[in-house]
């Protein structure tokens, strides 16, 4: 079995940073791909950002530029750095694990909240 735990949202104002933190454990064999997604009130969860196994890495078009995940393949940690946050980054951030076998796991999620 495979939890995820993330770290890291909080309360910040517009214009402001935060960075996620999302840690693997258990028993996995291989990752394919690790990501965040995020799910504001009353609208469905949406992929904000992903990387792939060999560092490939994929962006909403609204967070791009802004933030920048990255991974550490020997802690099976995955991190979101996110810089000049919006109202609109509002959410409740997930990270999932894909893995090689095609199975995906998600965390418990984390809230970001960004005042105006």
């Known amino acids: 079995q495979v939890q995820l735990v993330e770290s890291g949202g909080g309360l910040v104002q517009a214009g402001g940073s935060l960075r996620l933190s999302c840690a693997a454990s258990?028993?996995?064999?291989?990752?394919?791909?690790m990501a965040w997604w995020r799910q504001a009130p009353g609208k469905q969860r949406e992929l904000v950002a992903s990387t792939g196994s060999v560092g490939s890495t994929n962006y909403a078009s609204s967070v791009k530029g802004r933030f920048t995940i990255s991974r550490d393949n020997a802690k099976n940690t995955v991190y979101l750095q996110m810089n000049s946050l919006k109202p609109e980054d509002t959410g409740v951030y997930y990270c999932?694990?894909?893995?090689?076998?095609?199975?995906?796991?998600w965390g418990q999620g984390t809230q970001v909240t960004v005042s105006s």
């Open positions: 999932s694990l894909t893995s090689s076998g095609s199975q995906v796991y």
């Open positions: 258990g028993t996995i064999f291989s990752i394919n791909t």
